[in-house]
């Protein structure tokens, strides 16, 4: 790369361009790609986003597909835009950087390495291992809001605990749903067929969408305003959409690289319901 690179115009598309494709589309037509170092990308991330570090860009074009269009982005917009000019060098026609960077992310995020949460499917190979796995998440999940609703004083609070609990069994019903119109022969060979899902666990072993214990999640909630716990939600909702939308890239089957996408989205879509319901009760409780 030459030094002029640096200096060159290169094609740029607003954060908020990014933003409205990421939440009208269930799965955007671009391929979003995070240029910063690990540390970075630990601490905040925009949910989907694969990270390729500025340093290992030239090495990893294989990653990435030409026939679709590549958003980078960084920090503040500088490392992108180099990015840019790597990837316009190696042949890519429809490459474009963040202004901005993540700071004009007015968005939700996602936070933890590449590898976060991925652990949990390391080991499942049929689409209904990853249902299974999935279902469990969402039990966790459910469940937490199960206790807050019991354990909260204020019948108003604990009505809204109990519909957030609703949402999570409305996505356990879908996966379920799923579970069953898969052919005969997948599910005769799946340990949790007969059930067909494991049986509840305890809370201390439970697993929420953000992959914490049930038990830490309640405690760490007792006392603090639904406000708060509602930003949590959000936060969860955010983490789990950006593991499903990583897992369906390293997925080479379509069926479950779908199958993952229609995950994330239903994720973003509970993000924006619970986000919508935050605002209706900031201040209020």
């Given at each position: 790369m030459s030094i002029f690179d640096f200096f060159s115009e290169v094609p740029t598309i607003t954060a908020d361009a990014v933003r409205m494709a990421m939440t009208e589309n269930g799965e955007?037509?671009?391929?979003?790609?995070?240029?910063?170092q690990l540390s970075e990308y630990a601490e905040k991330h925009i949910p989907g986003a694969q990270?390729?570090?500025l340093g290992d860009l030239q090495e990893s074009t294989a990653e990435l597909d030409k026939s679709r269009p590549v958003i980078l982005y960084c920090a503040s917009g500088n490392r992108s835009r180099t990015a840019v000019s790597i990837l316009m060098n190696e042949g890519f026609t429809r490459v474009y950087s963040m202004d901005g960077g993540i700071r004009a992310w007015d968005g939700f995020t996602a936070g933890g390495p590449p590898e976060f949460g991925m652990i949990l499917f390391s080991s499942a190979v049929s689409t209904a291992d990853h249902i299974a796995v999935s279902w469990v998440l969402e039990e966790g999940t459910r469940r937490f809001y199960e206790i807050l609703a019991e354990t909260v004083s204020d019948s108003s609070v604990a009505s809204v605990y109990r519909m957030l609990s609703?949402?999570?069994q409305k996505h356990k019903d879908m996966l379920a749903d799923a579970y069953r119109r898969l052919e005969t022969a997948e599910r005769s060979n799946h340990s949790w067929a007969a059930l067909p899902f494991p049986p509840p666990l305890d809370d201390s072993e439970a697993l929420l969408e953000n992959i914490i214990h049930v038990s830490e999640a309640v405690?760490?909630?007792a006392g603090r305003p639904l406000s708060d716990v509602l930003e949590y939600a959000m936060a969860m909702e955010a983490q789990l959409m950006d593991l499903y939308t990583r897992i369906s890239h390293t997925r080479a089957d379509s069926e479950l690289s779908n199958f993952f996408l229609s995950m994330a989205a239903?994720?973003?879509f509970h993000y924006t319901k619970f986000a919508k319901l935050r605002e209706?009760?900031?201040g209020a409780y």
């Amino acid at each position: 790369m030459s030094i002029f690179d640096f200096f060159s115009e290169v094609p740029t598309i607003t954060a908020d361009a990014v933003r409205m494709a990421m939440t009208e589309n269930g799965e955007p037509e671009f391929q979003l790609d995070d240029v910063r170092q690990l540390s970075e990308y630990a601490e905040k991330h925009i949910p989907g986003a694969q990270l390729i570090q500025l340093g290992d860009l030239q090495e990893s074009t294989a990653e990435l597909d030409k026939s679709r269009p590549v958003i980078l982005y960084c920090a503040s917009g500088n490392r992108s835009r180099t990015a840019v000019s790597i990837l316009m060098n190696e042949g890519f026609t429809r490459v474009y950087s963040m202004d901005g960077g993540i700071r004009a992310w007015d968005g939700f995020t996602a936070g933890g390495p590449p590898e976060f949460g991925m652990i949990l499917f390391s080991s499942a190979v049929s689409t209904a291992d990853h249902i299974a796995v999935s279902w469990v998440l969402e039990e966790g999940t459910r469940r937490f809001y199960e206790i807050l609703a019991e354990t909260v004083s204020d019948s108003s609070v604990a009505s809204v605990y109990r519909m957030l609990s609703a949402v999570e069994q409305k996505h356990k019903d879908m996966l379920a749903d799923a579970y069953r119109r898969l052919e005969t022969a997948e599910r005769s060979n799946h340990s949790w067929a007969a059930l067909p899902f494991p049986p509840p666990l305890d809370d201390s072993e439970a697993l929420l969408e953000n992959i914490i214990h049930v038990s830490e999640a309640v405690q760490w909630c007792a006392g603090r305003p639904l406000s708060d716990v509602l930003e949590y939600a959000m936060a969860m909702e955010a983490q789990l959409m950006d593991l499903y939308t990583r897992i369906s890239h390293t997925r080479a089957d379509s069926e479950l690289s779908n199958f993952f996408l229609s995950m994330a989205a239903e994720e973003k879509f509970h993000y924006t319901k619970f986000a919508k319901l935050r605002e209706a009760v900031s201040g209020a409780y």
